[in-house]
Each structure stands twice: as structure tokens, then as C-alpha cells.
């Protein structure tokens, strides 16, 4: 069976993960989410106080920054040189952080190449802002989702709840509108859509409709990439 490559891009907290990582499950695919890449990044600024104005400190940090990650059975678990970090890069200081380190030309060119060497062999389901126009412009399969804002931050809220944390909904969505705003007026790879992109408005489906409806998309595509049978 042939293998695509399958690009989730879209705006912040619409359900690029879920969907992705469901994906990924299913079609037995690994599932790369490139914002936890820049999240770690931005965590090891944080951790070492770089700021992303000093242009050498952020190019000798880079190839000190190793990141990978292991699928545990709480799902992908994110590590920065060796350790665990998967709780701190979701904690609001690095989301508050992290679009201005997504922003910096160096920081995109170190992820990009390792993103792409993690697609070498295809079979592979990324999510993230830029991957069906910059990392994979020739993914088979490319899908951008958008959501309504209300319905984002409310995601985000829950997400926040369920690990036991509080955050006040109007401070999510203040994060979520700006952290939209500057990754898609950057000069670096902006967030928007590939212009062959499939654009799904998951506001009113569960994850269970959106895995389907993607999972139909990306058979059709395997199948017509598929030689064409000798009888
Ligand atoms: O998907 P996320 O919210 O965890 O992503 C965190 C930030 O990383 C997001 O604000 C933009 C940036 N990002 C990016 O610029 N390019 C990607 N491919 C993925 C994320």
C-alpha cells in the first residue's frame, strides 16, 4: 500500500492534534506536532533566558536543542534534550511565549530540516501552521481547519480544566487571537492555507465526524495513487 504524507495545518487550539493523532493511529502512520517543537524551543529560551532579539545566543542555542518524542499511554509525551517536558510546554507562560520564538527565521529553518527528515520515509500525519505550504509543499493529502474563536477558547478551557488548572476564558482567548495574529502576518511561513488545501470548519463536528470525513480523503487518495491492479 502506498504511503502519503498528510498535512493538518490550521489556527490555534482547533483540533489539529486529535484529529492528527487519531489519523495517525488508524492509518498506523507516526504523527509528528510540530507545535510542540516550537514549544520546547520556547521553553528552553525561557529555561535559559534567551531573548529572541539576541540573534547569536539564539544561533548557539539551536544545535544545543535536541528534541524527539515518545508515545506513552497518555498519549505523545514531548522530550527536550533527555527530559520529559510535555507538562511545561502546555503551561501558559511558554503559550504566551511562543509565537514571537515561532517568528525567528533561525528557530523555522533548525525545525523544518528535522521535520522533513521525520517525513523522509512518508507514512506520516504533522500537524502545525506551515506544513502543507514550506515543510511537505507536495504532502498528498493537505487539510487547514478553522473553528469559531468562542468555540476554540472554549476547547482550551476545558483542556486547561481537565488537568486541574484554571485559567480565566477571557485570557485564553486574548492568547489564542494573538498568538493567531502573529503567526499569520510573520515574514517567515505565515499560517495560511495551501492553496490546495482541503478546508474543514470543525466547529460543529465531533472528532469522531472529522476523523471520518478525513479518513475517507485520505483512502481515496492511497487508492487512486495505488498501480493499477493485473487481472
Ligand atoms: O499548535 P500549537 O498551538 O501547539 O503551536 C504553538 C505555536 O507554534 C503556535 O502559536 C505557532 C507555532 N507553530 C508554527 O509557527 N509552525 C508550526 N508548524 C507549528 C506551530
Redesign the pocket.
Known amino acids: 500500500m502506498k504511503k502519503i504524507i498528510i498535512a493538518i495545518d490550521g489556527y ?2 482547533c483540533g ?2 486529535t484529529l492528527a493523532k487519531a489519523l495517525g493511529k488508524v492509518l498506523g502512520y507516526a504523527y509528528i ?7 520546547a524551543v520556547t521553553y528552553y529560551f525561557l529555561e535559559h533566558e534567551i531573548s529572541v532579539d539576541d540573534e547569536l545566543a539564539v544561533r548557539n542555542a539551536l544545535p544545543l536543542i535536541n528534541i524527539h518524542f515518545e508515545s506513552s499511554e497518555n498519549g505523545n509525551q514531548t522530550f527536550l534534550n533527555g527530559k520529559n517536558v510535555e507538562t511545561e510546554i502546555r503551561q501558559m507562560r511558554v503559550s504566551n511565549y ?2 514571537p520564538v ?1 517568528a525567528v527565521s533561525a528557530v ?1 529553518k533548525a ?1 523544518v530540516e528535522q521535520q522533513q527528515m521525520m517525513g523522509k520515509q512518508k507514512g506520516i500525519v504533522m ?5 502543507g505550504t514550506v ?1 511537505f509543499p507536495a504532502a498528498e493529502l493537505k487539510i487547514f481547519l478553522t473553528a469559531e474563536p468562542e468555540i476554540r477558547t472554549q476547547r482550551r478551557y476545558d483542556e486547561y480544566l481537565h488537568k486541574g488548572t484554571t485559567v480565566d476564558f477571557e485570557v485564553i482567548k486574548t492568547n489564542l487571537l494573538e ?1 493567531d495574529h ?2 499569520s502576518t510573520r515574514s517567515d ?1 505565515p ?1 495560511k492555507k495551501a492553496e490546495n488545501a482541503i478546508v474543514i470548519d470543525n466547529s460543529y463536528l465531533s472528532p469522531t465526524e472529522q476523523l471520518e470525513i478525513v479518513l475517507d480523503l485520505a483512502r481515496e487518495k492511497i487508492q487512486s495513487l495505488a498501480p493499477p491492479s493485473k487481472s
Do not use: E, N
Open positions: 490555534s487550539s489539529k492534534s506536532d510540530t507545535g510542540a517543537m516550537y514549544r511562543v509565537s515561532a523555522r525545525m500537524d502545525g501552521r506551515d506544513i515543510v498568538r502573529i503567526d511561513s499560517l
